[in-house]
């Protein structure tokens, strides 16, 4: 199919004149203003570099067969004065979990390969009446890895439709013995894929989070991304974890373009099919308007040194947890200088109060997602059933949606499927969270859940975030990282992370030093609450404009 839509070679000037390598989408724009590009041509080069490159990195699932047809379709628009929206005429790919009705939807789960669901999500209308050309639909950990947890959990980015995405930082595959299964030597973290966008086969790409699949990936691929407050953006059309956290959001290479993408992916009103909606959308949501270089004068920025900077002991319990090593730890530190070097006053340490609690009860530590074979009936006393009972009753909510068509009726019927299917690959590293989700009632457990999601809400908001940001009048909590996506999910907080430094690639057990592992990325995020994304980005691009640290993969030039 690939080759097909690369029989039009690039017209001459298109080559000379611009690459859409680190191009952003401003750039873009102002060649097709000035006539130095077309749509078509920069839909072209993508699919030539998709062609080159996406045997390394795998990060494609499906290609957009109408892609080359709809960028002429957005050129002719262009040419009467038609302009769609901010992203017109600009190639996107979204997370192979969110509905297109010309794209396969398969969640990465083999009983969904091929399947094409009968309706597209929200976001996909919002993204095309912008003027987006969905090019592609990107690799993801299956079902937004909420498949295999212990005693196997599955490995970030593998799914058994397209197999392991690699990191483009360093594509290649784990060599060690308890790990040699075709993972990527660095992980790709998350399930949203970044790959793609890091290496510029699209322009950006449409992630989702439940609970750090857009910082965790932005972060291993050295992106940017916002995490938004849950509700900014329908959901409608996405396969659930759980309504209580999931959130679709952006993933770029800039800022800048995260903001550009952010606003086009905004409900302009609020979706009957996903009501959930507590935040104004800015004005005309363009959220440009709040990249400002000096953003950072007077902003009171905290800094959560007790687990998420150093290691702490939490009550009842003997082992100390968290902390960052030598390495991520002075990367953190040049951080924090530079944000004092341009203005931002620095509340060190701003300790969040659930995370020192010495009431265990009260203690966010003491309080993990019930996961895996750790957390059946019968073992989830002291862990939260708020995953494992939302995705029973949202994945089957969303199986209705889809009708007689869909290749399985029920979560229970997935299960029984992959069991079916074992030997075809479905199961390569089982199913535990799957299995505990369905055991749940969503009746007969409705108060257990009902509990659970309080306790959540408590130590993560009004114990939590809330409670040290009123206490220091902060402007946003500054995590190393991805380290604080659970804290800020469970309430539906948002938080932008930019990339920044590199640090050792080095897991335990240790890759031999004959290997040569490249050094990982490793970002800095601005966490806010609710609805606070106008602030978290104006300090995040201040921070990126003065430190401007990210790099391109070497290895996709």
């Known amino acids: 199919m690939l080759s097909m839509l690369l029989l039009a070679p690039l017209t ?11 191009a952003g989408i401003a750039d873009m724009q102002r060649a097709m203003a000035d006539g130095r590009v077309t749509a078509r041509e920069l839909v072209q080069q993508y699919l030539t570099r998709i062609a080159i490159y996406d045997k390394k990195l795998n990060a494609v699932v499906t290609v957009n067969p109408n892609a080359l047809r709809e960028a002429q379709e957005r050129d002719r628009e262009r040419a009467q004065g038609k302009l769609r929206g901010p992203l017109h005429g600009i190639p996107i790919a979204v997370k192979d979990n969110i509905h297109t009705t010309d794209m396969p939807t398969t969640g990465g789960a083999l009983a969904f390969e091929g399947f094409v669901p009968r309706y597209e999500a929200m976001l996909v209308k919002t993204l095309r009446d912008a003027g987006a050309i969905i090019i592609a639909k990107t690799s993801m950990t299956e079902l937004a890895n909420w498949v295999a947890g212990s005693p196997t959990p599955m490995p970030g980015g593998y799914n058994p439709v397209s197999g392991f995405t690699m990191n483009p930082y360093d594509p290649r595959r784990d060599p060690r013995e308890g790990t040699f299964d075709g993972r990527p030597v660095m992980n790709v973290a998350g399930s949203s894929s970044g790959a793609g966008t890091a290496a510029s086969l699209w322009a950006a790409n449409v992630g989702t989070e439940t609970s750090g699949s857009l910082l965790s990936p932005a972060n291993q691929n050295m992106l940017v991304s916002i995490k938004p407050t849950v509700g900014r953006i329908s959901r409608y059309g996405i396969i659930p974890i759980t309504a209580d956290q999931d959130t679709a959001g952006p993933m770029a290479r800039t800022v800048a373009d995260a903001a550009i993408l952010f606003g086009a992916l905004e409900d302009a009103q609020v979706d009957p099919n996903d009501p959930v909606k507590i935040c104004q959308p800015a004005p005309d949501r363009d959220y440009t ?16 040194r007790a687990f998420y900077y150093e290691r702490v002991t939490p009550p009842g319990s003997a082992e100390a947890r968290g902390g960052l090593n030598a390495e991520q730890a002075a990367v953190m530190a040049e951080a924090i200088a530079i944000l004092k070097e341009h203005g931002a006053v620095i509340v060190d340490p701003a300790d969040i109060p659930s995370i020192v609690d010495r009431d265990e009860s009260k203690n966010f530590l003491r309080w993990p997602v019930c996961s895996g074979t750790d957390g059946p009936k019968g073992k989830d006393a002291t862990c939260s059933v708020v995953f494992k009972y939302g995705m029973k009753r949202d994945f089957n909510k969303w199986i209705a949606s889809l009708g007689p068509g869909a290749p399985v009726q029920s979560l ?28 749940m009632d969503v009746e007969a457990d409705r108060v257990r859940y009902e509990t659970d999601r309080a306790k959540d809400l408590l130590l993560s908001g009004a114990h939590g975030v809330d409670e040290i940001m009123r206490a220091e009048r902060l402007d946003a909590l500054l995590f190393p990282a991805q380290t604080g ?12 992370i ?3 430094g590199m640090i050792p690639n080095a897991p335990t057990p240790p890759i031999s030093t004959e290997f040569g592992a ?28 003065a430190t401007r640290r990210r790099v391109p993969p070497a290895a996709f030039p």
């Open 485 to 496: 996506a659970l804290m800020s999910a469970r309430p539906g907080y948002p938080t932008v």
């Open 289 to 304: 308007r709040y990249l400002n270089r000096d953003g950072l004068k007077g902003a009171r920025i905290g800094i959560p």
């Open 12 to 22: 001459a000037a298109a080559q000379t004149q611009f690459s859409v390598v680190e």
């Open 498 to 500: 930019v990339p920044f």
């Open 412 to 439: 229970t019927e997935l299960r029984n499927w992959n069991l079916a299917h074992r030997n075809a690959g479905a199961l390569k590293y089982g199913q535990s969270q799957l299995d505990i989700s369905d055991e």
């Open 518 to 545: 490249k050094p990982a990325p490793f970002g800095v995020s601005f966490a806010g609450t609710a609805c606070s994304e106008p602030r978290l980005l104006e300090l995040a691009y201040a921070f990126e404009q």
